[in-house]
């Protein structure tokens, strides 16, 4: 794993050569924040540490209500570097709106986002720019990442996320695999973003993955098999826990048969997947209960996936040995996401 402070003077001469041949395309790089106080300065000095700093143009962050604490770490922030802008808005916004409004304080051809209690490897945007720079058929390049608990620096876990790249049918394999794609691990197009209309500000939960699945109607996907970013859970980011999240993953299916029909028919196993998920994250945080539920549904919707029965007579036939037999792995998956036994 890479360290924050390393730096890479070899990456940034063959970034050089290679911007002299290829035009040299800027990214613009921009930050969301919300009472963030306590991560922001480490998110901002992880895309300063970046092997390629020089193609980085402007650094936006859009704060959105925060309180006092952490508008005195955003003022000090932003005398950093002449390129990082920082606008605080009233609050209230949510998290689509301020990203539309980052992502249009920008000029360049490539957004790469940010969240404001992530981090980026110091060569997260050379690997990504570079595949961007290659390919113009691809308006979108993700990655893998790390997830860790705050305050818990040895809780790294690697996601493994799924490969797109190749996929023939990139929508449809997005719509029925959910990689995940996280924002942060994200590089995209400018006219890509645009084409595909942004983030939609009506969307309560889940507005990257409607954004991605329109993007994918318009790009194709790009994929860098390393964990390029490290993503922080801490108790106020476990919203994807709660079981009231199966509607939203509903709207976001039926939102996108909308506007491609041919999806109607995979959206009983796209939501299949996402209550297995649910499921299996409600044992990780030892409730049993939940996680019988949501894998019934699983099964209900989609009876035919082996890794969904498996985790279903886990979870019915045997819990409590199979919570002795996993002790250590389920402990070192509930401190990924910031929870402890003690809690």
Not at 17 to 37: F, H, K, L, P, R
Not at 141 to 155: E, L
Not at 209 to 223: A, E, K
Request: net charge neutral.
């Amino acid at each position: 794993m890479s360290t924050l402070g390393s730096s890479n003077q070899t990456h940034d001469g063959m970034q050089q050569n290679s911007c002299s041949a290829q035009g040299c395309a800027s990214v613009d790089v921009v930050i969301t924040c919300y009472n963030e106080g306590l991560f922001i300065k480490e998110a901002v000095q992880s895309v300063l540490a970046q092997t390629a700093s020089t193609r980085i143009a402007s650094i936006v962050v859009v704060d959105d209500g925060s309180d006092s604490e952490t508008i005195k770490v955003l003022e000090n922030i932003r005398s950093w570097d002449p390129r990082i802008s920082v606008y605080f808005g009233p609050g209230g916004n949510r998290l689509p709106a301020q990203r539309n409004l980052a992502i249009g304080k920008c000029s360049g051809p490539y957004i790469a986002i940010l969240d404001g209690d992530d981090i980026w490897e110091p060569e997260k945007l050379e690997l990504q720019i570079a595949v961007l720079d290659r390919d113009k058929k691809i308006g979108l390049v993700y990655s893998d990442y790390y997830t860790f608990a705050d305050g818990d620096p040895d809780s790294y876990r690697r996601v493994n996320a799924i490969d797109l790249s190749t996929a023939e049918n990139q929508t449809r394999a997005y719509f029925l695999n959910d990689p995940p794609i996280v924002p942060s691990t994200t590089v995209f197009r400018r006219t890509a973003f645009e084409e595909s209309g942004g983030f939609d500000e009506h969307v309560k939960l889940f507005e990257d993955t409607d954004l991605w699945i329109r993007m994918s109607r318009v790009s194709r996907f790009g994929f860098v098999d390393t964990p390029l970013t490290r993503k922080r859970y801490h108790r106020s980011s476990l919203t994807g826990a709660s079981l009231d999240v199966m509607q939203d993953h509903a709207t976001i299916a039926l939102k996108a048969v909308l506007d491609d029909p041919e999806l109607l028919k995979y959206v009983p196993r796209r939501l299949a997947e996402r209550a297995r998920k649910l499921g299996n994250q409600h044992y990780i945080l030892a409730n049993p209960a939940a996680a019988r539920k949501l894998l019934k549904l699983s099964l209900d919707l989609y009876p035919f996936s082996p890794r969904t029965w498996a985790s279903f007579l886990v979870v019915w036939l045997i819990p409590n040995l199979s919570y002795r037999l996993l002790n250590s792995n389920l402990q070192t998956r509930r401190r990924a996401l910031g929870i402890h036994e003690s809690q």
